[in-house]
């Protein structure tokens, strides 16, 4: 695949319409669909259509990848083959789970033949494959909840998605595999190498309400627990436990505990529930760059 700039989130550029976009996706209307239809022992088989209005010079050549975040700013996504000039699916022959959460996301890449701009699409999650029908619903009602988010009843904020995989740090025990260093600036106590992905921005969480208690505590002194608090919002890019979400305008970092499905299309996750409690101000986490 030649040398081009990947196109995945927008930044404002006066020649490239393409590339306004500040929030989101840029120019995801592209990709029309992208289906995939997963096999955990066998071969996965990922097919695409393009929207009619895409009038890039032909042949195109695509680039299936794989990540475990579906978040497109990862720098986990590795090359599935190689690419392939036209055809309308690619496949993936090798198996990428092994433990109980399908963690497993594709994304196709797409550089017509005279473009120096590679286009991304939306990362898809092997949690679920709709049919048209039920494909409308769930865009529908990702738009309308990221619209009552965004409108009023969100804050915005980053989301850190927390690295499972990756090169173990050397704070790690060796015969446990424990992490001996919570405060490690390393890993950020997560036991590998950068400790998070960079941070996916204009992520809105929905807050419920905050409560406090400073009080005394005959074996611990002066305390200030606070409680659980319940979150809600889009599940895109999905979210996990222990992953960690900024507030921008406080810069207050909220870890997440549980996740709840709120709103669910046959099975695929939609709307979510947080539980989500604050880091306290000494947490390693606070001196991650956003």
């Known amino acids: 695949m030649p040398d081009v700039e990947l196109v995945v989130l927008g930044v404002p550029l006066q020649t490239d319409v393409c590339r306004e976009v500040v929030c989101g996706y ?19 088989r990922v097919e695409w259509t393009l929207h009619p209005r895409f009038d890039g ?6 680039q299936l990848q794989f990540g475990r975040t579906g978040n497109p700013l ?6 599935v083959g ?13 198996p990428r789970v092994y433990g109980k959460f399908q963690w ?41 909840e990221n619209l009552r988010l965004q409108a009023e009843a969100g804050a915005d904020g980053y989301l850190l998605k927390r690295r499972h995989f990756g090169t173990p740090c ?15 600036e390393t890993c950020y106590g997560t036991g590998f190498v950068g400790g998070y992905f960079a941070p996916y921005p204009c992520f809105y969480v929905d807050m419920g ?8 505590d005959g074996d611990r002194g002066s305390v200030n627990d606070e409680p659980v608090i319940t979150g809600r919002a889009v599940n895109d890019p999905q979210v ?40 306290p101000f000494s947490d390693i986490v606070y001196s991650f760059p956003i």
């Open 26 to 44: 840029a120019c995801e209307w592209i990709f029309d669909r992208l289906l995939t239809y997963p096999s955990i022992k066998g071969t996965t």
């Open 57 to 62: 010079a032909e042949p195109y050549t695509y």
């Open 74 to 79: 990862a720098n986990d996504w590795v090359n």
């Open 82 to 94: 190689g690419a392939q000039v036209g055809g309308t699916f690619l496949l993936d022959t090798v």
């Open 104 to 144: 497993s996301h594709y994304r196709l890449l797409l550089t017509p033949a005279t473009a120096d701009v590679t286009y991304a699409s939306r990362p898809q999650t092997l949690m679920g494959r709709l049919g048209k029908r039920d494909w409308l619903r769930a865009k529908e009602t990702r738009r309308l």
């Open 170 to 184: 050397d704070c790690l025990d060796e015969l446990t595999a424990e992490i001996r260093k919570p405060q490690h």
């Open 209 to 216: 309400l905050n409560k406090h208690r400073l009080h005394l």
């Open 240 to 279: 996990m436990s222990y992953d960690v979400w900024v507030e921008k305008d406080t810069d207050i970092r909220w870890i997440v505990h549980h996740v709840a499905h709120i709103v669910e299309i046959r099975g695929l996750p939609v709307v979510v529930g947080l539980q989500l409690k604050q880091a």
